[in-house]
Nanobody
Framework: QVQLVESGGGLVQAGGSLRLSCAAS????????MGWFRQALGKEREFVAVINRSGNFTYYGDSVKGRFTISRDNAKNTVYLQMNSLKPEETADYFC?????????????????WGQGTQVTVSS
């Protein structure tokens, strides 16, 4: 089992940057594909980014390509999400998740474990 704890959320002006972190417990972190999702109030959970087990392959949702970067440090059991050029419509709770699936999951149903989320507010 994996426990995930996100941090790094907060209030930022439009055009600004934030770096989210997700710390995982357990010694099997490197065996999981890791993803980031976000959920705005009243909306469905949206895929943001995913990274493979070794960290050398990533995939992004169309709305964040070129602005967000997912990375991981398996020695520190941590996955990161660097967010640049943030927009007010990206205000949401951001969640990290761990997947044991063999494929790159872009749907929430593909993930086995979730963090509690960290709130990101982008002011205009």
């Amino acid at each position: 089992q994996v426990q995930l704890v996100e941090s790094g959320g907060g209030l930022v002006q439009a055009g600004g940057s934030l770096r989210l972190s997700c710390a995982a417990s357990g010694r099997t972190f490197s065996s999981y594909v890791m993803g980031w999702f976000r959920q705005a109030l009243g909306k469905e959970r949206e895929f943001v980014a995913v990274i493979n087990r070794s960290g050398n392959f990533t995939y992004y949702g169309d709305s964040v390509k070129g602005r967000f970067t997912i990375s991981r440090d398996n020695a520190k059991n941590t996955v990161y999400l660097q967010m640049n050029s943030l927009k007010p419509e990206e205000t949401a709770d951001y969640f990290c998740a761990a997947s044991s699936k063999l494929y790159f999951a872009t749907k929430a149903s593909g993930y086995d474990y979730w963090g509690q989320g960290t709130q990101v507010t982008v002011s205009s």
